[in-house]
């Protein structure tokens, strides 16, 4: 059964970058019917999409975040990570991975979930 | 952008009863050239990540108890729960995945017991 596993600083300091990591197991990463994606849900809130990425390193990017996102894939560790910049406490949140399974030619939903980890934006 | 709008906010149900959620999208989501809508439902518990529940706005995922059913096509969309379990506790979330590079949720209904 695949899971998906985030991993990071639960802490970071306003205008650094968050980084964090999604391994993935009991599956791979480098399979053509999926893309990998990133959700957040700040305290108490709804969710929002972050961005995406196949195991060939092409990426979608939630456009309001792009300028501050980076997406990448390790596929021989079968993980792929985050890099968000210049945070405020705007970015503290819960940031899940995802599977976002690709049953066309884009991305569609996303299934299985890793449990989160919640990231605090402070100094 | 494609935003989702929701209703109710939320809603109690007593046991055994039916809930119905409602999700509209500022614009359609059915795409002509496969007669398909690009719609999912999400449920989330307390302290849990979502779980998959519908997609293709009717198709159960594997797993997910008959009771939950999605209905709808367009713009206007609806989850039912035909018999509220004490279980279904939870907020529930549709996404859409019609617009790329945007994929967008609803801002939730939460489902409790009356």
């Known amino acids: 059964q695949l899971q998906l596993q985030e991993s990071g600083p639960g802490l970071v300091k306003p205008s650094e970058t968050l980084s964090l990591t999604c391994t993935v197991s009991?599956?791979?990463?480098?399979?053509?019917?999926?893309?990998w994606g990133w959700i957040r849900q700040p305290p108490g809130k709804g969710l929002e999409w972050i961005g995406s990425?196949?195991?060939?390193?092409?990426?979608y990017y939630n456009p309001s975040l792009k300028s501050r996102v980076t997406i990448s894939v390790d596929t021989s560790k079968n993980q792929f990570s985050l890099k968000l910049s210049s945070v405020t406490a705007a970015d503290t949140a819960v940031y899940y991975c995802?599977?976002?399974?690709?049953?066309?030619?884009?991305?569609?939903?996303?299934?299985?979930w890793g449990q989160g980890t919640l990231v605090t934006v402070s100094s | 952008d494609i935003v989702m709008t929701q209703s109710p906010d939320s809603l109690a149900v007593s046991l055994g009863e039916r809930a119905t959620i409602n999700c509209k999208s500022s614009?359609?989501?059915?795409?002509?050239?496969?007669?398909?809508?690009?719609l999912a439902w999400y449920q989330q518990k307390p302290g849990q990540p979502p779980k998959l529940l519908i997609y293709?706005?009717?198709t159960r995922e594997s797993g997910v108890p008959d009771r939950f059913s999605g209905s709808g096509s367009g713009t206007d969309f609806t989850l039912t729960i035909s018999s509220l379990q004490a279980e279904d506790v939870a907020v529930y979330y549709c996404?859409?995945?019609?617009?790329?590079?945007?994929?967008?949720f609803g801002p939730g209904t939460k489902v409790d017991i009356k």
């Open positions: 995802a599977r976002h399974v690709r049953a066309t030619v884009t991305p569609n939903w996303f299934d299985p």
């Open positions: 293709w706005a009717s």
């Open positions: 990425i196949y195991y060939s390193g092409s990426t």
């Open positions: 996404q859409q995945y019609y617009s790329t590079p945007l994929f967008t």
């Open positions: 009991g599956g791979s990463i480098s399979s053509s019917s999926y893309y």
């Open positions: 614009q359609s989501v059915l795409y002509s050239s496969n007669n398909k809508n690009y």
